[in-house]
């Protein structure tokens, strides 16, 4: 089971990355976007550099972005040094689905250990639904991504990282004690504030509106 899960990562990631090079380009909904920090288009990181200098420019547009996990996570698949702009958020959105998917299987076997209360039990319930959507929410933002439909993925990515909160602040409500999946929605949502970040710089800046 684990070398077919594997393969089918593997296989989705590799579709998708060769897939974002042959589709043309659509044109979307605009962002709201950190205009002093965007590059213009021909500057957009490539190269050897491309890990590096993207989780940069993603640190620089947002004071909670974590550049030592975007990095560390990116750095993962040799393929990511290769890989264009968009090629990275392909990336962050596979590893995504990965650590969702893997989640669930954890969830699943935490509910089963007989260890937690009612209290726990009932946020686990609700941890359990809230991954189970994120992983179809996470392939609809790939698909949409796919499509140059920019602000379709951030909807969707914006769906799981509410989600994934709701997920985390369950635990403590009421009560000091950590949530079991602490790590897990800490990973997640950084994974997905890669891609958000990206969809920004890739995002047409919105013309002004005439009065």
């Known amino acids: 089971m684990l070398h077919s899960s594997h393969f089918f990562m593997s296989f989705f990631f590799f579709f998708f990355f060769f897939f974002i090079i042959l589709i043309p380009q659509h044109t979307s909904s605009p962002l709201p976007l950190l205009s002093r920090?965007?590059?213009?288009?021909?500057?957009?990181?490539?190269?050897?550099?491309?890990?590096?200098?993207?989780?940069?420019?993603?640190?620089?547009?947002?004071?909670?972005f974590n550049y030592k996990f975007c990095v560390s996570s990116l750095q993962r698949l040799p393929i990511s040094h290769a890989a264009n702009f968009q090629g990275l958020a392909i990336v962050a959105m596979e590893l995504a689905v990965e650590n969702a998917s893997?989640?669930?299987?954890?969830?699943?076997?935490?509910?089963?250990?007989?260890?937690?209360?009612h209290h726990d039990m009932s946020c686990l319930e609700d941890c359990m639904e809230t991954y189970s959507h994120s992983v179809a929410s996470l392939l609809n933002a790939v698909g949409a991504f796919m499509a140059r439909q920019y602000g379709v993925a951030n909807t969707w990515l914006l769906q799981v990282t509410k989600g994934i909160r709701r997920c985390e602040q369950g635990f403590s409500?009421?009560?000091k004690e950590n949530s079991p999946l602490k790590k897990q929605n800490y990973n997640i949502l950084q994974l997905s504030d890669i891609?958000?970040?990206?969809?920004?710089?890739?995002?047409?800046?919105?013309?002004?509106?005439s009065s």
């Open 37 to 64: 920090h965007r590059p213009e288009s021909k500057h957009f990181p490539v190269g050897v550099d491309l890990v590096n200098t993207t989780c940069e420019l993603c640190k620089n547009a947002s004071a909670s």
């Open 102 to 117: 893997n989640t669930v299987l954890k969830i699943a076997n935490m509910m089963n250990s007989g260890t937690f209360d």
């Open 173 to 175: 409500r009421g009560r």
């Open 195 to 209: 891609t958000l970040c990206i969809i920004q710089f890739l995002e047409p800046p919105q013309p002004p509106r």
